[in-house]
């Protein structure tokens, strides 16, 4: 369960953690410890602010642009306490995107059973997974034509059972009169 968790927020904090080494070597070239003072030093020193100043507008473009929208985390441990199911959901003003991981018995091992990102809503949250018993997960959702949704049903040692749910507000649309 750490470990899912520990690899999702690596993915969420991937560039921060490149552009914090990016920033210690070009803070060590800036430096240049041991170089003589001739052309090399200054060679190296320039190339260190060059790289401080590029990874400035990166980062600042990044946090006006924004990273995805935050996510949620529910955690759903199977009887035998051995497997382990991770649903992450996000969801934007317009667009949403839930995923749904599994940790089999073994070290080490996950293995994504459902995925889905769209313009719509496929209405997954905290009730729509369950552990039927420890090598059956029943995952429950709304299908949606206008996102891309990827069940499996078979990953690792589980079975998963999609179960596609008719849409709570149905088809009706609004008169716009």
């Avoid at 060590?28 to 041991?34: C, D, G, H, N």
């Amino acid at each position: 369960m750490r470990y899912l968790l520990f690899m999702d927020g690596l993915r969420e904090n991937a560039p921060w953690i490149v552009l914090a080494f990016l920033g210690c070597l070009a803070g060590f070239l800036i430096w240049a410890p041991r170089m003589p003072n001739n052309w090399k030093r200054m060679a190296a020193r320039a190339l260190g602010v060059v790289l401080v100043l590029g990874l400035a507008l990166f980062s600042l473009a990044v946090v006006l642009i924004g990273g995805g929208p935050p996510r949620q985390h529910f955690i759903f441990t199977s009887a035998d306490r051995t497997k382990v199911a991770l649903l992450s959901h996000s969801e934007l003003r317009d667009s949403a995107a839930t995923e749904v991981t599994v940790k089999g018995a073994g070290c080490c091992t996950r293995y994504v059973a459902y995925r889905y990102f769209g313009d719509g809503d496929d209405y997954v949250g905290a009730n729509s997974l369950e552990w039927v018993d420890d090598h059956h997960l029943a995952i429950r959702y709304v299908r949606d034509p206008s996102g891309m949704q990827d069940c499996h049903s078979h990953v690792g040692d589980v079975e998963v059972l999609c179960e596609p749910q008719p849409d709570p507000f149905g088809n009706a649309k609004p008169d716009g009169r």
